[in-house]
């Protein structure tokens, strides 16, 4: 059983458009509290921040939205810094994926070095100088590591300079043939990150948990998970909708985080990129999701 404390970040200011801003409210429609609750664990529901809303920003189409970031980032560190410690578990609902720089800043400001396992099938290592997108949610670890390029007032969320150092950073679940730039893969050899790939986690979702966790030094360390890591058709759920046929289930997903749940050091976790909208095409995922989300009784 564990104490979890749940903070809910209904921000898009920097994703690509509208709509994950809602997955707060629909992660706790569909059963999460109770779904924890039930398992045995302790929960404190803290309820939710402000509400911050993607919109076209014409001044600084390469960074869209990026004052609005940075302020909701800092807040969302100053809410959950207090609640990170080795006893409780926190878990952050975003938002967009972002939210995972909030959760390092969190844990930053707490004293404790920020560990972080990135699940998801894309790097999000880009800047506003290697891609045209515009969107910060596929910039977020460039900005966690201070790649060249990052805008200076996203790197400093824990009150120092980057939240994460390369070696505190590792991978699960990216599909680097198709879902990554040429400029993230450069930075992922040059800076030696692990990568666990799609196929290895698909394949043996628990060893490849572990094996992710593995590549972090001992101690604390959180969990980032987007849900465009999962396979669109069997969750039709994440705001980017062109994982079809690849990717894990949603059992698969639920398999690798029971593992990271239940490994030494584990302290928090944040989830982004959902947008309940979609979910409608099938009623069963968010419920589906919630299952995945909820660690057994013993973790």
Avoid: K
């Avoid at 100053?78 to 410690?85: E, F, I, R, S």
């Avoid at 966790?213 to 969990?223: E, M, T």
Wanted: glycine share 10%; proline share 7%.
């Amino acid at each position: 059983m564990a104490n979890i404390n749940v903070l809910g970040y209904p921000s898009s200011a920097g994703a690509y458009c509208v709509g994950v801003e809602h997955s707060p409210a629909a992660l706790r429609d569909a059963g999460l509290v109770a779904a924890l609750q039930s398992a045995g664990h302790e929960v404190t529901d803290l309820g939710d921040l402000p509400v911050h809303l993607w919109r076209p920003d014409q001044e600084r189409p390469l960074a869209q939205n990026l004052d609005e970031e940075v302020e909701a980032l800092r807040v969302l560190v100053d809410a959950a810094a207090p609640l990170v410690t080795t006893d409780d578990r926190l878990l952050v609902l975003g938002g967009s994926c972002t939210v995972a720089l909030g959760l390092c800043g969190a844990v930053a400001s707490a004293g404790i070095e920020p560990h972080l396992v990135y699940v998801d099938r894309h790097l999000d290592l880009n800047t506003p100088d290697s891609t045209t997108e515009g969107s910060l949610s596929w910039m977020g670890m460039a900005h966690a590591l201070d790649l060249p390029g990052a805008e200076e007032s996203l790197v400093g969320l824990g009150g120092r300079g980057p939240v994460l150092q390369a070696e505190h950073l590792v991978y699960l679940g990216v599909e680097l043939s198709g879902e990554t730039t040429e400029w993230e893969r450069d930075q992922v050899d040059r800076l030696g990150i692990t990568v666990t790939t799609q196929a290895e986690l698909v394949a043996d979702p628990t060893a490849a948990a572990l094996q992710a966790r593995g590549a972090l030094p001992d101690g604390p360390f959180v969990v980032h998970v987007d849900v465009d890591v999962l396979d669109f058709l069997d969750a039709p759920l994440a705001e980017n909708v062109n994982g079809r046929n690849s990717g894990p289930t949603l059992v698969q997903l639920g398999e690798a985080l029971d593992a990271l749940w239940r490994a030494p050091g584990f302290i928090g976790m944040s989830i982004g990129q959902l947008v309940p909208a979609h979910a409608a095409s099938d009623p069963t995922s968010l419920g589906r999701l919630v299952e995945a989300l909820t660690p057994p009784g013993d973790a």
